[in-house]
C-alpha cells in the first residue's frame, strides 16, 4: 500500500493524451492558452512541456507531454481529462488499446532519462507549448529533437516513387512510356540507395511495385499457369 507521502511526492511523468488541437492559434511554436485542456493542465502541474503531434498510423492529434507533478495530481489530471475527452467527442477514452484501435492516453511508467531528453521526445513535430522550464533548456532540447525515421518509412518513400506514376495519369505499369519507365526506375534506385544505403534487387522492385498498386498478382498467376502447361 503507497504512502500518502509516496503519492504526493513531486516526481516527472510522461505521456500522451489524444486531443486534436488543429484549431488552436499558433503563433512562435506555442498554442492559444484559451482552451480547456491546456488550463487542465495549468490547473494540476507548474511545470509542463507539451508537444503537440500526430500519429504515424491514423493520423490523429494528440499531446505528447513532459510534467512533473505528484501521482495523485497526474491520476486526477487524467480523471479530469477523460470527461473533457467523453463531453467532447460522446464516448469515453481508451486507456487500453484493442483490435484495429488505438489507446487514447497512455503513460510511460519507467522513465530512464533526463529532463532534456524528456523534453526532447516531446519536441519531435517541432510544436510546442512549455511553462515552469528554463528557456535554455527548451531551446537544447529542441535542437536535439528529430523524428526517428523507421524501415517502414523509408520503403514508403520508394513506394511515393511508383504511385507517382498514378498521378501522372497511368493506371498501371504497363501503361506507361517507356522513357517514363527508365526515368521511374532511375528515382527508385536513387531514393532506395538514399534511405538503405544499399542497391535495389530487381525482386525488391517487384515489390514495391506491388505494393504501391501499380502491379498485381494476376500477371505472376498467368506466368505460373503457362510454365505449369508447358510441363
Known sequence: MES???????????????WDWSDWEEKE????TNSEIVNLYQKY?????????????GNVKHLQSYVEGSKLQYNSFIAKYKRLYEKKHGVPPMG?????????YGRVKQIRTDEMNCISYCAKDQKYYYWGIEDSLVQDAVAMSY??????DK???VINVFKQVFKNGYSSWSDVPYEEKINCIECVYKTHFEAFGTVCSVKQIEVYQIQ???KNFRRKAELYVEFENTL
Do not use: M, W
Open 45 to 57: 502541474f507548474t511545470k509542463a512541456f507539451i508537444g503537440f503531434e500526430v500519429s504515424k498510423e
Open 155 to 157: 520503403r514508403q518513400l
Open 29 to 32: 511554436n506555442a498554442c492559444s
Open 96 to 104: 487500453r488499446a484493442t483490435k484495429g484501435k488505438r489507446k487514447n
Open 212 to 214: 504501391s498498386g501499380l
Open 4 to 18: 500518502y507521502i509516496e503519492s504526493t511526492k513531486t516526481i516527472p511523468h510522461l505521456f500522451y493524451v489524444d
Open 147 to 152: 523524428k526517428k525515421e523507421t524501415a517502414k
